[in-house]
């Protein structure tokens, strides 16, 4: 079975002429990394697929660039990661 992370955040303003957005992503806590750039799409909200990623633990940031630079990354947006731990579990034994 297939694993689509769906990300998704409203567009800039059109004033702020953005050439393409940044995909930061972070792995089972690791840093903070560029992972792509993607042209914007005209409309009111930007989306992005990624496909089968590895399972564990992702967080994703995205960030505008124009002509003049990048600028400020978002706030973080998770994906859900493993289940946590497992309780201790018991065992009963039972004689019929």
Same mark, same amino acid.
């Given at each position: 079975? *297939?694993?689509?992370?769906?990300?998704?955040?409203?567009?800039? #303003? *059109?004033? @702020?002429?953005?050439? *393409?957005? $940044?995909?930061?992503? !972070?792995?089972? &806590? =690791?840093?903070? +990394?560029?992972? $792509? @750039?993607?042209?914007?799409?005209? &409309? +009111?909200?930007?989306?992005?697929?990624?496909?089968? #990623? %590895?399972? =564990? +633990?992702?967080?994703?940031?995205?960030?505008?660039?124009?002509?003049? &630079?990048? =600028? @400020?990354? !978002?706030? #973080? %947006?998770? *994906?859900? =990661?493993?289940?946590?731990?497992?309780?201790?579990? %018991?065992?009963?034994?039972?004689?019929?």
């Amino acid at each position: 079975m *297939a694993t689509t992370h769906r990300i998704k955040w409203p567009s800039n #303003p *059109a004033a @702020e002429n953005v050439t *393409a957005y $940044q995909i930061w992503n !972070s792995f089972n &806590g =690791g840093p903070i +990394a560029l992972f $792509q @750039e993607v042209a914007p799409i005209a &409309g +009111a909200e930007q989306t992005f697929d990624r496909v089968d #990623p %590895t399972p =564990g +633990a992702w967080v994703y940031k995205i960030a505008a660039r124009n002509a003049v &630079g990048v =600028g @400020e990354v !978002s706030e #973080p %947006t998770a *994906a859900p =990661g493993v289940p946590s731990k497992v309780g201790q579990p %018991t065992l009963e034994v039972i004689t019929t």
